[in-house]
């Protein structure tokens, strides 16, 4: 499993981050300054890092050109408010791999991160998911249950995902609103219950299963 090592200040956005990626089957450790996150790129095992500019000790471009010099080669993500011009260069220029401003979207950082992780160990990404008789095509965002297609929206296509890449786990309410809606959610919204009717309606009526004081979970066929 892969470890990634968030160095965010804003607890809010960093734990967001780390709720999703836990939820896309990745795990995670945060660093709230500049310091405490080189020093666990150096004593850790991570294999990329997220990285934001505006951390309360020091610059994160100075963090950046540190872990560089220091020989630290694994791929950085920067995740910032600054998104200018001058500093997405900035950033590239020394040393970043990707560059992203926020606010953004959680489901395009994942995308970001699958292809850096993949591009460091050349692991070819899962173009599709399959559970029993449902299936979904993710780079033609098609599904199909016993091979008849169903129509999905953006919105009920992304919380699907989220159960396929997770078939038998509990997921929260809160780990699909962050994972489908973004990390300004309403934690009150019932939109959660009401996209899970809406692929009950369109997917099987059982196929989606609900914890009661837990949230829902992708269940087999009885």
């Given amino acids: ?12 956005i960093s734990s967001f981050v780390a709720k999703g990626l836990r939820a896309a089957g990745l795990t995670s450790s945060i660093a709230q ?25 020091e610059d994160g471009f100075s963090v950046l050109r540190r872990l560089r010099a220091a020989h630290i080669t694994i791929p950085v993500i920067i995740l910032t408010a600054r998104g200018s011009v001058e500093d997405t260069v900035a950033g590239l220029q020394n040393g970043a ?10 489901d395009e950082l994942l995308a970001r991160v699958r292809l850096r992780l993949r591009s460091d160990d050349h692991a070819p990404e899962a173009s599709s998911l399959t559970h029993e008789n449902l299936h979904m095509d993710l780079l033609r965002r098609r599904v199909t249950v016993d091979s008849t297609e ?8 992304a919380l699907a995902e989220a159960f396929l890449r997770n078939p038998g786990q509990v997921l929260s309410r809160e780990q699909l609103l962050s994972r489908v809606w973004g990390y300004d959610f309403d934690p009150g919204s019932n939109v959660v219950d009401v996209y899970v009717r809406y692929l009950r309606n369109k997917l099987g009526s059982s196929r989606f299963e609900t914890v009661r004081g837990f949230g829902y979970r992708l269940a087999a066929s009885k």
């Fill in 150 to 157: 169903v129509d999905l929206s953006a919105r009920e296509f």
């Fill in 1 to 12: 499993m892969s470890q990634i090592l968030i160095v965010e200040d804003e607890p809010r």
């Fill in 33 to 57: 300054t500049g310091h405490d996150g080189f020093t666990q790129a150096l004593d850790g095992d991570h294999e990329l890092i997220i990285l934001d500019l505006g951390l309360p000790d």
């Fill in 97 to 106: 791999d990707d560059y992203m401003a926020k606010p953004f979207h959680f």
